[in-house]
């Protein structure tokens, strides 16, 4: 169980819905994936733009996962993608890059969401992230 889903259930509110960050420079396209998150009934932290607003989330709220655009206001968001995956929360990159030398290691071989968004793709990466929170989660457990 996520300290998300703990905490949720500790408030009362329903432990199911996933918690999912969005940091997108653009307003449209961030609106177009916070309807799209929202239809599948997550609660969308954010949208935010800017990469200091975004590192600051990514470190300090309860998240089941992240979409994160790789270039936002202020720069390049592997900052973002290295908190996130010091804290075991998974994420995809949101990019319309087509080619991989944007992508440098440890990041060359990330989940990415190609722009435009479609439904289908975002609800694949949403069921993406508790698979590998579960895959993380059981890394750590002994034995």
Do not use: W
């Amino acid at each position: 169980m996520t300290a998300a889903t703990l905490r949720r259930r500790q408030i009362g509110a329903n432990p199911t819905v996933e918690r999912i960050l969005v940091a997108e420079d653009s307003a449209l396209v961030a609106m177009d994936i916070e309807m799209m998150l929202q239809e599948m009934g997550c609660e969308v932290i954010g949208p935010v733009a800017h990469l200091d607003d975004a590192v600051r989330l990514a470190g300090a709220e309860e998240l089941d996962g992240a979409i994160v655009d790789v270039q936002l206001q202020g720069g390049s968001a592997f900052a973002v993608a290295d908190l996130l995956q010091e804290r075991g929360i998974p994420f995809v990159f949101a990019t319309g890059f087509t080619e991989n030398r944007f992508f440098t290691a440890p990041y060359d071989s990330a989940p990415r969401l190609q722009k435009p968004y479609d439904l289908d793709r975002v609800r694949e990466a949403v069921a993406s992230f508790a698979e590998r929170r579960r895959a993380h989660s059981d890394r750590g457990r002994p034995g």
